[in-house]
Every structure is written in C-alpha cells, then in structure tokens.
C-alpha cells in the first residue's frame, strides 16, 4: 500500500535527497537507557519505493485539484436537504449542528455542520473542505461526507453522516466502567483502518483525539467507531520533491494537559516532527485513555524521564499485560523505539478480537 513506512527512510534519502536539513525534534528522556531495542524494519526495494512515491503525488494533485464546495444559489441539490434550524444539537461561536434529511436517500441520518463567516473558511482553497470531498463516503471507518455548500456569505454547509452515540470521550467520560478491552481492541482497529487510508491518500489526520472518534450504535447494538476531526489535518506527501513533509514544532507555551499530542510535536522554532509517527503516538494516547480513563503523562509538566513515566502509568492501569504493552510500544518517547505504523496490525493483542 502507499502508506510511509519508516523504512523508506534510507532508500528516500538515495532517491531524492533532501533539499533542507530540517532538524527533528527530539524528545529528552532521562540519562537512564531506554528500555527494550528499537522495532527491527523490513527492507523495502526501491522499484516498489518509487512506484509508491508516484501513486502519492497522483493522489495529492487530485486532492489540491477537488472543488471545495458548491454554491448554494440556484443548486437543487442543496434543496433536496431538509435542515431542521429550529432546534440545533450544538451551537457554538462559529458554527451550529442541525439534524438533517434528504428524501432522495431514505433513512439516512444526517447532520448538517454550517460554519459562519466568522470563522474565517476560505471556500476556494481550504484544505480541509478538499479533504472532506475528497474523502467523500469511500470509508466505512471514516464518518462519511454527502455534500458541502457555501452561500454568498461564505457561510458554509456541510452534510455528513450523523453518528447517533456521541464521541469516545463523552462516553468514556459518562460510564463509570471502562471500556471491555474486546471493544476497546475493535475501536482500535477502526482507527488503524481509517489512518491507513489516509495514509494511502496522502493525508495524515494530526488530531486523533477520543473527541474525534464519533460511536454509532448499529443493528445488532454493537456500537462502532468512526474517525472525524479533519480541521488540522495536513498533506504529508511533497509531489514535487518526492518525500516526506515534515511540520513545524508548535510553540512549547502551546502545551496542553490534555496529552494526545505526542512529545516531539512541541519544540523551539527551528524543529520538525514526522507527522506519521505523531499521529501513532495519537493513536496509542487515545486507545490508552479509552481504556483507563488515565493520560499517558502530564503534558504541562514533563518530567525528564517520560518514557519510563508513561510505562508506569500503562502498567498501573488495569488493562492486559499484552494490551500494556502493545500501548506503550505505540507511545515511547524516543520515535526510534515507537512502534511503526506498518507494524501495528502485526501485533498478538491487535489481532485477538
């Protein structure tokens, strides 16, 4: 698949060196060795490299070529769904969500999402409209977009999916138990798949977040997760270089306590991360959280010795030994150590639900 690997990494830097030296960030973790040997990489050859590479920059010029949106006027398509404005399910400083339904499709719960002008929605450029189009319903793990408007306003209208069980943190947040770790292992897989087709789209989420895993309860009462949240989602294919892109620290000041973002992505001015092995850390904080009701360590303050700090809080929880340390694989500090996204869905735990 056209997902990066880490192990693209040496054969990248035959094929299109790069043309900056960007310095990575890298996270302080004690003066203690770390535990455990950085994950062993398969050999990838260049001829399936190179094929990759150019399925990557097809994908990202038809992603930056998708329309953003349709105007409303004259648009019998827009007309075709009904939003019900009289009682909306949330309403904040800059957009609102009303229940929405579309004869022409039957049953199919919707929302409609409208943005309004103060929110600052370029409707001729913005990425993530392009993502959200782009996207489209092609996923099943993936909440799905029906069709996005824009009035004269530049107010904006966005028609997804509706998700009838709220998000995975209101959830966790509302049932004194945990999750079982049969649900918290098939969420997780929900997750991975949909990471993976963005992965094969070019596209890295950079906010997965239990806040942007919506549930949805279906015919046999099993509830199901869906990935949303594309708002700081980013392109991390260069079609003109061939390589990575890497993204810019945020400011240190920017530090939340709220720990889903992962060490590296804060850091002086002058520093990247790779935002694929941000997003794994994402991806085990947040599976981490679902499980335990527990951050991985206090992001406001961290402590020199993160990575065993973040070990110790994984094996306080009550989850599985397997499911500890499949989740603290996904969260060590040092990305050497961290596990590799190709790695994932190898794993014992992963595959036993």
């Not at 319903?137 to 824009?150: K, Q």
């Not at 138990?177 to 098939?186: D, G, H, M, P, Y």
């Amino acid at each position: 698949m056209p997902f990066y690997q880490r192990s693209w990494n040496s054969v990248l830097g035959e094929l299109a060196p790069k043309v900056s030296n960007r310095r990575l960030r890298t996270v302080p973790v004690g003066d203690q060795p770390l535990e455990g040997e950085p994950p062993q990489l398969q050999e990838v050859p260049k001829a399936r490299v190179s094929y990759t590479r150019q399925m990557l920059k097809d994908h990202v010029d038809d992603l930056l070529a998708t329309k953003c949106c349709y105007p409303i006027k004259g648009n019998e398509k827009f007309l075709s769904y009904q939003i019900q404005r009289d009682e909306p399910m949330f309403h904040g400083k800059f957009s609102a969500i009303y229940a929405c339904t579309n004869k022409q499709m039957g049953d199919v719960a919707m929302i409609a999402r409208i943005y309004n002008s103060d929110a600052n929605i370029n409707v001729e450029k913005e990425l993530f409209l392009k993502m959200l189009r782009y996207i489209g319903r092609d996923h099943p793990c993936i909440i799905g977009t029906m069709d996005i408007f824009a009035d004269d306003d530049r107010n904006v209208y966005i028609i997804q999916e509706f998700a009838n069980n709220g998000n995975a943190y209101d959830y966790v947040q509302m049932n004194e138990n945990v999750v079982s770790e049969k649900q918290l292992c098939r969420w997780a897989q929900s997750i991975y798949k949909a990471m993976s087709y963005l992965g094969d789209v070019s596209i890295s989420h950079r906010s997965i977040q239990p806040k942007h895993m919506l549930l949805k309860v279906v015919d046999n009462s099993e509830i199901i997760t869906k990935l949303t949240g594309f708002r700081d989602a980013v392109i991390y294919w260069d079609p003109d270089a061939y390589d990575l892109v890497d993204c810019a620290c945020l400011p240190i000041s920017k530090r939340s306590h709220v720990g889903f973002e992962a060490p590296e992505v804060f850091g002086e001015y002058n520093e990247y991360f790779n935002p694929h092995e941000a997003d794994v850390w994402s991806f085990g904080a947040t599976i981490f959280f679902i499980g335990s009701k527990t951050f991985p360590f206090n992001m406001q303050n961290p402590e020199p010795n993160m990575d065993s700090v973040i070990r110790e809080n994984v094996e306080r929880s009550s989850l599985s030994q397997p499911a500890k340390n499949w989740l603290y694989g996904l969260m060590r500090a040092d990305t050497k150590f961290r596990i590799p996204f190709e790695s994932i869905a190898s794993d014992t735990w992963f595959k036993s639900f």
